[in-house]
């Protein structure tokens, strides 16, 4: 092996030890919170049950009254009216509650959906753990052949060996510098798919963890019963299903009519001949509900007296 060859592959060697002695350690554990408190995932899971909680109280709140304001210019009249609906017909009841099941179905879908991309997560951590593994390996044995060719070389040198048993030793290092760099990039993009998956800014440079197998599986009765008590897409269906029956009894009700409560208040104004003399134009204070009209014109007097004192007919106001 040539020196050149040599020197750039303690080069190589050298700096994937020191990375490894730079790099952070991360185990499965922590991986897994990363991932469950500031992955986008889960907050776009976590937004998704807010929203569906928010329209579900909506739905509940009461109606919005209605005011009315008129005003009648011909009678110096004005009417404000409010109207209010009454909900008796336990519509609300059955709406909260199918809105409760809504809430539940979004949150089981929101676990299911998490669930998935932590098995992604957890996947992606043992790639990256086993294409560690494997580069570890291989720089392992590219100490031992390095070994193996400065022996040879010294032994071709006393006359005690051949030079095709280190040219063969030789090329096998070649081989595994070739793989080493195979290696490598399989652990970088390891890495970059496990990154996906966290918060921005966070780098997993070492993964920390063993690649063991159960020794024996649990029976399949306690894993169907385990399946039905846990698995959230069943859990979701269940609760779509207790959701659509609340909704068609909520529809039901709108059979029922619910009344209407009004309140009403009526202002009058008495004429604007009379509030010359007493108020200046200004409005009297309303009455409620009563009718105020002018006084009627004296009888004893004589129609051209009157038609001379009273140029104009005399306006009533309501």
């Known amino acids: ?3 050149p060859r040599c020197a750039s592959a303690w080069l190589l ?9 730079l790099a952070q350690e991360w185990t499965e554990a922590q991986v897994i919170e990363k991932f469950l408190d500031q992955s986008p995932y889960t907050r776009e899971a976590r937004a998704r049950v807010g929203s569906v909680r928010a329209d579900a109280a ?22 404000f009216q409010l109207e209010q609906q009454l909900p008796i017909s336990g519509r609300r009841g059955f709406l909260k509650q199918a809105g409760a099941a809504a809430v539940g179905v979004t949150e089981a879908q929101a676990a299911m959906t998490l ?3 932590r098995s992604d997560v957890r996947l992606g951590f043992y790639r990256l753990l086993a294409a560690q593994l494997r580069e570890n390996a291989l720089a392992d044995g590219m100490h031992d052949i390095d070994e193996v060719i400065r022996v040879l070389r010294a032994r071709e040198k006393e006359g005690e060996g051949s030079r095709y048993d280190r040219l063969r030793a030789e090329r096998e ?20 798919a496990l990154s ?46 207790d959701r659509f029956r609340l909704e068609q009894r909520a529809a039901e009700r709108l059979r029922i009519p619910e009344p209407m409560a ?12 009379r509030c010359q003399s007493s108020t200046r134009g200004r409005p009297r204070s309303p009455v409620g509900g009563r009718n105020r009209k002018a006084p009627p014109p004296d009888a004893t007097r004589s129609n051209g007296a009157f038609a001379r004192k009273s140029p104009g007919p005399r306006r009533l106001f309501a």
């Open 1 to 3: 092996m040539t020196v």
């Open 58 to 79: 909506g739905r509940v709140l009461l109606p919005n009254p209605t005011a009315i304001a008129t005003r009648e210019g011909a009678g110096y009249a004005a009417f």
């Open 196 to 241: 996906a998956f966290l918060p921005p800014g966070t780098a997993v440079d070492r993964a920390v963890g063993v690649l063991d197998t159960l020794a024996a599986l649990p029976a399949i009765d306690l894993l169907v019963q385990r399946a039905l008590s846990h698995r959230s897409e069943y859990i979701a269906e269940q609760r779509q299903i």
């Open 262 to 273: 009004i309140a009403g208040l009526r202002l009058l104004w008495a004429s604007q001949s």
């Open 13 to 21: 060697l050298f700096s994937f030890s020191a990375a490894e002695m």
């Open 115 to 117: 669930w998935t991309l």
């Open 173 to 192: 290092m070649a081989e595994y510098r070739s793989q080493l760099a195979l290696a490598h990039s399989d652990t970088v993009q390891a890495r970059a």
